[in-house]
Each structure stands twice: as C-alpha cells, then as structure tokens.
C-alpha cells in the first residue's frame, strides 16, 4: 500500500509518498493540471510496483471537489478529504511552535492516511447530477447572501441622510427591483419629494405590483415627508454610494431568478427528487439545497444516526467526571442546517404529526429554536428511511411512534 498526502495550492501540488509503515518513498512538487496528474502517477507506478492496485493506493487532501481530486477518483485511488482543522490539530503532534511548510503539511496529511485513517470520511462516489445541484444550489443561496450584505449597507446609509426612502418603500421590499429602481431615479430627499405618482406608479406596473394606485399613494406621500437634512456635498456622496448599491442588487435580484430556474431544473432531474419533494415542508429550492449538501451516495451515511450527526441537528454529549450536559452541534454544516430550519418551520403548517411532535417537546419546557431543531432531526431520520427504502414520505408512518392520528 502506499499513502500519499496532498498539499494543494492554485497552481501546484506538494506531494509525499510512504509505504505502510511509515517510511518516506518520495516527495515532489508537481503542477496543477494533467501534467501533474501524470507525474503523480509515475511517482505511484515507481514505487509501487507491477503488482500494486489502483485500490492500494490512498490519499489525504485537504478538498473534496475539483478536477483534481475528480482525476484521482477516477484513478480509482481511495481518496480521503481531510477538514483543515483536523490536519492543523494533528500536526501539533510533530511540535507546538506552530512552524509550517508546504513539504511539512504534505507529510502530515501522508501520516494522517496512514495513521487515523479509520476517523476519516472517504470521499464518496456521488452522481454527476447530485453533483451539479451543489453547484448551482451553493451559488444560487451565496448570491441571495450577497445581497442581504448589499441591502444592509444600503439600509445604513440611507438612514444616515434619507431615512424617508426606509419608510416609503418598507411596504415594497428594499430588495425588491421596483423598489430599488424609484431609488435609482431619485436617490435625494429632493429628488425623492418631487417624483409623482404618475411616475411612480409607471415603475409599479412595469414590475405588475398589484394595487398600484394605493401603493404609489403611500409611496410619494412618505417621501414629502419632513425629515432633518445633510448639507448638500454631503447628500450628494451618500446618493451617489446608494444608487451604486441598489444598481448592485438589481443585477443580483436578475442573476438570482437566474440561478434559482436552474436549481429547479438540475433538481428535478435528479432521481431522488421525488422522494425530497413528498417531505412536508420541502419545495424545489428548499430540496435541491438538502440534496446539494448530504449529496446521494448511498453508502455515505451508514445509519440515520449518521446522517443527523452530519446534518448538525443531532445533540452532543459532554461528559467528565460528575459533570454531564446535553448541547446542541455548533459546528456543523450551515448551508445545511439553515436548509434543514426553513423545511422545520414550514413543516409546521404542513404535517399535523410534525406539529404534535413540535408541541410534545414545547410542553416539556424546550425553547422555540431547540423544538424546530428536534423536529429538524426527526424528520432528517424520516428521510433517510425513505431513501434507504426508495419509498415516498407518508405522514402515518412518519408519526406513528408519537401518537398521530390521521384526520377524519
């Protein structure tokens, strides 16, 4: 067997070869690319000998996506993705002065395939549409992030020199592109207090706002509202950073409709959705995010248990001595958990056995956030019955150990 660790950077890869016990065969820097794969496996081809199986070989590194780790799978290499942290405390083992090399993290990451190699998740062999739902799904949720940050630094500008603009348009969404364009064409409380609602009411059915005429009322009146004004140079460098900004999220309101259709589509085309989308609570966009981060390799979670530990919605332990206390999993996926907590939410309205179970553990004293994240829980252990058993979502069976009874 060979063990090889895989320290990466943008254009290069150091590399350590060991056999199994230990002993260092090999070390080079190799670049990124098919040159560096073939490199890479002359350097295994080598050392490894006639008789060494591609199933022999073992690598640590420290991704888990990207051509490069996509070539190595499909060398047939067993490949490990090792948590940064994980390599970082494991290094500690070699000396506390916090010294660092590229050669150095090569021969940590080679020791940790070889050594703890049992505590670490193999890189599973997930599909090509599973994986193009992460794509799209990831950046489809960053840009909607992206703009929450643009809208607060909007927000915070405008209550420094054009709080009218926060009133007016609240009814409208401050990230809405109706919303944003009236701000664009009057970006000063001058500007804001001469648009009429003729104007106004243009932009409204442009975006087909329902009750327009009521809406365009609101909005002017607001903004000839009095309010304490800046002196001009300085309003106008405030209108000139807003209208930057609200031109900013225009484009990203435009790029995440974009994204969002394509969510659905890789989703739908995915052969599991049909089993996400018979889960109370979860839509197109809610599923494909789920799907995006547990991912459909079958062999990947061995038991729900598994499967709640990954999804962070599961509790923890912490035991010592006479001291024992249950918490809840800080460290965890957030893409995920925050998936997991809009279907928990919504599940409430959708599943009467899902509320029962919610209000079960309300009674007992649990908080509002610990409720939702024991139901979050329940039902990531229902779906992972359902896709181990290829079996759409039914509400009896989902609830029957917690007193569901099916409406009349």
Request: charged share 25%.
């Amino acid at each position: 067997m060979l063990l090889i660790g895989d320290d990466w950077a943008e254009d290069h890869h150091d590399v350590e070869v060991q056999d199994d016990t230990g002993r260092k065969l090999a070390a080079a820097r190799v670049p990124e690319g098919v040159e560096g794969i073939a490199r890479l496996h002359e350097l295994v081809a080598k050392h490894g000998g006639e008789d060494l199986e591609a199933a022999e070989v073992v690598v640590g590194i420290e991704t888990d996506r990207g051509p490069w780790v996509q070539a190595l799978i499909a060398s047939g290499y067993q490949v490990y993705a090792v948590n940064p942290k994980q390599a970082a405390r494991f290094k500690e083992r070699y000396g506390t002065s916090g010294a660092k090399s590229d050669k150095g993290d090569a021969h940590a990451l080679a020791d940790m395939v070889r050594i703890d190699r049992a505590q670490l998740r193999p890189i599973a062999g997930d599909s090509e549409q599973a994986q193009a739902v992460k794509v799209v799904a990831r950046a489809h949720q960053t840009l909607i992030w992206e703009r929450t940050r643009a809208f607060q630094r909007l927000r915070s500008a405008l209550r420094e020199y054009f709080p009218a603009a926060l009133n007016a348009y609240a009814d409208l969404s401050l990230t809405s592109t109706d919303a944003l364009e009236l701000l664009i064409k009057a970006p000063t409380p001058q500007a804001g207090a001469k648009l009429t609602r003729a104007q106004i009411t243009a932009v409204l059915a442009r975006h087909r706002r329902r009750c327009r005429d009521a809406k365009a009322a609101t909005v002017q009146s607001a903004l000839r509202e009095e309010h304490l004004g800046l002196p001009g140079p300085v309003t106008a460098a405030y209108a000139a950073t807003v209208t930057a900004h609200a031109r900013l999220m225009i484009a990203l309101n435009e790029q995440i409709a974009e994204l969002e259709g394509q969510v659905k589509a890789h989703f739908r085309a995915h052969p599991d959705a049909e089993i996400y989308l018979s889960m109370p609570g979860i839509g197109e966009i809610t599923g494909g995010r789920v799907l995006a981060e547990f991912r459909d390799d079958p062999t990947r979670y061995a038991s729900a248990k598994a499967r709640k530990n990954y999804a962070g919605t599961s509790p923890i332990t912490r035991a010592s001595g006479k001291s024992r206390s249950v918490q809840a999993r800080h460290v965890r996926n957030n893409r995920l958990a925050d998936a997991l907590q809009t279907q928990a939410f919504s599940t409430l309205n959708a599943s009467r056995g899902a509320h029962r179970y919610y209000d079960k553990q309300r009674a007992r004293d649990v908080g509002y956030n610990p409720a939702l994240r024991q139901l979050g829980n329940r039902l990531v252990g229902i779906l992972h019955g359902c896709l181990k058993s290829r079996t759409l979502y039914d509400e009896a069976s989902a609830w029957s150990h917690h007193a569901y009874t099916p409406a009349a």
